[in-house]
């Protein structure tokens, strides 16, 4: 095989990696409301570390890649035509290590640098009414409807000179409706989506660039958790399932690159001081026909307070 090709079999494996692990990470408690000018900033710490099924679509062996992505959310809650909502934003910074053999050759690539920025918008659509903090600490959770929009702007480091990068140089919505309900300390949660993409009008190829095309990924996350006593302090077992996403080429669609697959993980949050969590996640694939082989641990610290910007 031509050593173009090879480069170009290592590049793909790298991207599905990457790109399917940050889409697909485990969310618990994602529409619980809060009250209004609530607001939180939270730094995260992801490790990934997995490999990838192929199905026999190309003969790469031990494919393998390990990368870190410290981030940065900004969340804030507001009042929309009476009910609540919140808006957040965040950015990502990548480094990571990918190997994969080929033909008793083994390749390897090191890469760093910016993600996408990401941005999502969360209404109420039953159950959780815009408070201020006074009415709030007299409600009571039963059961909550949300509809949520996720964007992805291709804003982060992308060359189509280069095998493989941070970003996927396109654009990609995930609109969603998401259920939790609560009994006294239980909280079960329920969300649906489908991610959207535009085209990437320059994916990697030699002479020149290609257009790129995904089909849309159906996706389906649930979440059962525990409150203890102080309700800052929970746990949960988090699971997910996702299909679709056949890629397209320059008009040449490859139907062996379906996702199919699921992850399972635990999530546990802990107050450590007024205004202060950390949260702590392990999340791994249970069923991969392409795309989730990989597991991830997160540690994240959250400060959160209330009042108005100024």
Known sequence: MAARSKLFLLAMFAAILIHSGRAQDLAPRAYIITPVHANAVTVTWAFYDGGINFNGVVPLQGSTGTYNVPSFVYTH?????????????????????????LAGTEHNVYRSGLLDLAFRLSVNLLGGPAMEPKQYLKWKQKTLLGASMKVIAPTGQYDPALLINWSINRWAFKPELGYSRRWGHWVLDGYAGVWL??????????????????????????????????????????????????????????????????????????????????????????????????NNVAVAWQYSWLGRPR
């Open 77 to 101: 809650a507001f009042g929309f035509f009476g009910r609540s909502a919140n808006i957040s934003g965040g950015l990502g910074y990548g480094v990571g290590h990918f190997q994969g053999e």
């Open 197 to 294: 993409f535009t085209t990437n009008d320059a994916f990697f190829n030699i002479p020149r660039p290609l257009p790129q095309s995904t089909a849309p990924i159906g996706s389906f996350e649930g979440h059962l958790s525990y409150s203890f006593k102080n309700p800052m302090k929970w746990v949960s077992l988090d699971g997910n399932f996702w299909f679709g996403g056949t890629e397209t080429v320059s008009g040449t669609a490859n139907p062996e690159t379906r996702q199919t697959a699921s992850r399972m993980g635990c999530t546990f949050a802990l107050p450590v001081k007024n205004h202060q969590t950390l949260k702590f996640s392990y999340s791994g694939g249970t069923y991969d026909r392409f795309g989730a082989n990989y």
